[in-house]
C-alpha cells in the first residue's frame, strides 16, 4: 500500500517589512529529500525568490492562498496572522503572541476553538530540557543593539532616527554602524540585561563589533537583577539593551518617576526592549505603550518639560533587519522538529506543543465564554 508523504505549507508573511521565513531552500530541500511534499506560497516580500524553492522541488502556490489548504495539511510561517474573527480549520506551526495573555490573547485562540484547529507556537516547543529548539534571539540582540547605536547618533545629532532597511549580511550592518558613528562605537556605554542568553550575546557581539570598550559593554543577567528594580546604573549609561524572557511579574527596571527624579544629569539616551512585552501586564519596562517599526523606529518617553530626550526602539521582528542569516540559523535549528512530524501522534515534542495549546485554549474558552 503506497504510504501517503508528510505535507507542510509554507504561507507568505502578511506582516508589513517581515522578509524572514520559517522555511529556507536549504531546509526545505532536506525535508523534501526525507519524504515530504512542501507547497510554498509565492511572496515577493520574502528574502527567498520564489524560484530558490521551486529549483528544490517545491510546489509554488498563490499568495495568501493558504485558507484553500487542505485541512489536513499544516500551514508553517513566522508571524502572527492579521486580525479577524474568522475561524482557523488547519493546524498553524508560527509565532502566535497569545500564550502570555499578551493584548488579545483570547480572541485569536478562539479562532481556532471556533474552526477546529489547531496551534504549535513556535515560541513553545521546547527541547526535554526546557530550552527552545528554535529562536531569533541572537539576532533580535544583534539587531537591536544596532537601532540602538543608530538611534543613539541621530539623537546626538537633533534628530529622529529614519526608516530602518534589511541588511544583506552582519558585515555591512556592522560596517554601517561604524560609520554612522563616525568610524567607531568606542566611547558609547550599554547595558545588557539578559546578557547570557541568545538575545543578549548578540546584543553584546554586536557592541565588540562597532567598537565599544569592554569595560563599556556592562552584561547583567539574574544575578545581578536579583536585588530587584528599578536600577540607577541603567540611567548612567548611553544605551540600555533589554533582552530578558518574561515569564512572571518582575518589579521594574525602570520607571517614568526614576527618570524625571534624575532631572538633567541623566546619561541614558536610548532604550532599546528587544523582548517587545509592550502588552504584557508584567512589562518591566512600562514607560512605553507602543511598538515601534521599522518606518518609524522609535517613540519618545513622555518626561517632564525641560529634560533630555529619551527614545525607546520596541521593534517587535527585529531579526528581519538580518533576513536571510536569521532565516537559514533558525530554520536549521527548527528542521529536526519538522522532520519529526511523521511521527507526530508520538513525537514529545508536538504532543507537548498539543498539551500546551489545549491548556491555553481552555483558558481562552472561559474568558471568550465559548
Not at 186 to 209: P, Q
Amino acid at each position: 500500500m503506497h504510504k501517503t508523504s508528510q505535507q507542510l505549507w509554507l504561507r507568505c508573511e502578511k506582516k508589513e517589512f517581515e522578509r524572514r521565513s520559517a522555511l529556507t531552500p536549504t531546509t526545505a530541500k532536506k525535508l523534501i529529500d526525507a519524504g515530504f511534499e512542501i507547497t510554498v506560497e509565492r511572496d515577493e516580500q520574502r528574502i527567498f525568490d520564489d524560484f530558490e524553492f521551486e529549483a528544490v522541488g517545491c510546489k509554488l502556490a498563490a499568495n495568501n492562498s493558504w485558507p484553500t489548504a487542505p485541512p489536513h495539511v499544516p500551514i508553517i510561517g513566522l508571524k502572527e496572522l492579521p486580525t479577524s474573527d474568522e475561524p482557523l480549520h488547519h493546524t498553524h506551526i508560527q509565532f502566535a503572541h497569545c500564550y502570555k495573555k499578551q493584548a488579545g490573547w483570547s480572541s485569536v485562540l478562539a479562532r481556532f476553538h471556533k474552526g477546529g484547529g489547531m496551534l504549535y507556537d513556535l515560541e513553545f516547543l521546547t527541547d526535554a530540557t526546557g530550552r527552545r529548539v528554535a529562536a531569533f534571539g541572537f539576532h533580535a540582540g544583534f539587531a537591536g543593539a544596532a537601532a540602538g547605536a543608530l538611534a543613539l547618533a541621530a539623537q546626538r545629532k537633533g534628530e529622529e532616527l529614519g526608516r530602518l532597511e534589511p541588511y544583506e549580511n552582519e558585515a555591512a550592518m556592522v560596517n554601517h554602524v561604524k560609520e554612522i558613528l563616525g568610524g567607531s562605537g568606542k566611547g558609547v556605554k550599554a547595558l545588557v540585561i539578559g546578557a547570557l542568553g541568545r538575545c543578549g550575546r548578540g546584543a553584546v557581539d554586536l557592541f565588540c563589533k562597532i567598537g565599544l570598550d569592554e569595560d563599556d559593554i556592562i552584561k547583567w543577567d539574574m544575578a545581578e537583577t536579583a536585588k530587584g528594580g528599578p536600577f540607577q546604573e541603567i540611567l548612567d549609561v548611553d544605551i540600555f539593551v533589554n533582552c530578558i524572557y518574561l515569564s512572571s511579574f518582575i518589579p521594574a527596571f525602570l520607571t517614568k518617576e526614576q527618570i524625571n527624579l534624575a532631572g538633567a544629569s541623566r546619561k541614558l539616551s536610548v532604550v532599546v526592549d528587544v523582548s517587545c512585552d509592550t502588552t504584557n501586564p508584567f512589562n518591566p519596562i512600562p514607560i512605553y505603550n507602543i511598538n515601534t517599526t521599522f518606518s518609524n523606529p522609535t517613540t519618545y518617553v513622555e518626561l517632564e518639560r525641560g529634560l533630555p530626550a529619551l527614545s525607546v526602539v520596541s521593534i517587535d521582528h527585529l531579526p528581519t533587519l538580518l533576513p536571510r542569516e536569521a532565516s537559514e540559523q533558525f530554520s536549521s535549528d527548527l528542521l529536526p522538529s519538522l522532520l519529526e512530524l511523521t511521527q507526530k501522534p508520538s513525537a514529545r515534542i508536538w504532543t507537548d506543543a498539543e498539551r500546551l495549546f489545549k491548556q491555553k485554549l481552555a483558558e481562552a474558552k472561559e474568558v471568550e465564554g465559548l
